[in-house]
């Protein structure tokens, strides 16, 4: 990787990045002009891995269920789980809920004022506390997000694999020096939003639009040609193909028989239909009647981080009085109390799709 410049020399990225937002970047969302670092970390967990028009819809809804701190941490991580249901990446709730609790009892119920200290809470990482810190109290910290990743490597030309932990401190090093000197209280959340947005709306993975980006004069990407080719990561997570077998079982009430996913692993916590290792093993468990009756559903592609899950549904006719064999946390639930349950994306449709 090449010199990390420092001083005035890259004053230019961040006057042109602070210029950009104020008159270009995105103002009015719900989550801006405040420094309530209650609604600032809420949003920022909530976009890591959300599109905006998405967080949108949630982020009031949530704040209207939990106004404070304090009641969020006072719920059940049940109730915190299904308000979230729909958005993914359940890990964020479940870190979301920890992360309340704990500074609840570790901090008396304010947040922790630098990005350093804000790093050490459950589902907190370093680009995460960086912003919380810049929007709430103006600290002069970094944020290295995907979208100012692609920004900078594309930027500064820099063809270095990311993979690599030395390219990745090199990188962070870099984003620190690019950050404004004066005016922080100011610069620090225009600079930091600015980066968020160019990349999120201009600096997009395909298609980049560098004739209207503030930086295009100096970006080494679009003057070779090539900038999608950067970022450069070559080591990339195998994706792993996985047959889920899952039972899903009525009764005569239209209730559908729902069950808590275990502590750890997808979907964790979250109710879902009842899982089985295989089609065997999910027809043993099913009385002959039942069995000769069992309606097999197309399968459903779902795809998540690291995995491509093929959820094979299997419907079946019990009574109500019926349980399910060893499952004794499961229960019915009527289609009313469907919106109340923490249940995935894909289990969601299928039920909405079966309802009467
Ligand atoms: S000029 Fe193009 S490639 Fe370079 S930062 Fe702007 S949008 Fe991205």
Request: with cysteine; charged share 20%; net charge positive.
């Amino acid at each position: 990787m090449t010199g990390v410049n420092t001083g005035t020399d890259t004053n230019w990225f961040s006057a042109r990045i602070i210029d950009w937002q104020r008159r270009y970047g995105r103002h009015g969302m719900p989550w801006q002009d405040t420094r309530d670092a209650y609604r600032v970390w809420l949003s920022e967990i909530m976009l890591q891995q959300t599109q905006v028009a998405t967080a949108l819809v949630y982020y009031p809804r949530f704040l209207a269920r939990f106004p404070t701190l304090a009641d969020l941490a006072a719920a059940p991580l049940e109730d915190v789980l299904a308000l979230w249901s729909g958005m993914g990446y359940y890990s964020r709730a479940r870190h979301l809920h920890a992360c309340a609790r704990a500074v609840m009892a570790r901090f008396d119920g304010h947040f922790p004022t630098t990005a350093a200290q804000l790093q050490a809470l459950s589902g907190i990482g370093r680009s995460t506390a960086a912003a919380i810190a810049v929007f709430c109290h103006g600290e002069r910290a970094a944020i290295l997000d995907g979208n100012v990743r692609r920004v900078l490597t594309r930027v500064f030309g820099i063809a270095d694999d990311l993979s690599n932990a030395a390219n990745e401190r090199a990188l962070w090093l870099r984003a620190e020096a690019l950050l404004p000197r004066r005016d922080l209280e100011r610069a620090m959340p225009a600079y930091t939003q600015g980066l968020m947005d160019l990349g999120a709306t201009v600096c997009t993975r395909r298609n980049p639009t560098c004739a209207v980006c503030p930086l295009a004069g100096r970006c080494l990407a679009a003057r070779n040609g090539h900038p999608e080719c950067y970022p450069v990561k070559t080591r990339r997570a195998e994706r792993r193909a996985l047959a889920v077998w899952l039972l899903h079982a009525t009764d005569e009430h239209e209730r559908v028989w729902l069950t808590p996913r275990p502590a750890r692993g997808i979907w964790a916590r979250l109710y879902c239909l009842p899982e089985y290792g295989t089609r065997a093993e999910l027809l043993a468990a099913l009385a002959a009647p039942t069995r000769a009756h069992a309606v097999f559903r197309a399968p459903i592609a779902h795809a998540l981080t690291h995995r491509d899950l093929s959820l094979h549904v299997v419907s079946v006719r019990l009574t109500s009085n019926n349980r399910l064999d060893g499952d004794s946390e499961g229960r019915w639930h009527a289609p009313s109390a469907w919106p109340a349950l923490g249940l995935p994306a894909p289990i969601r449709r299928f039920l909405q799709a079966q309802a009467p």
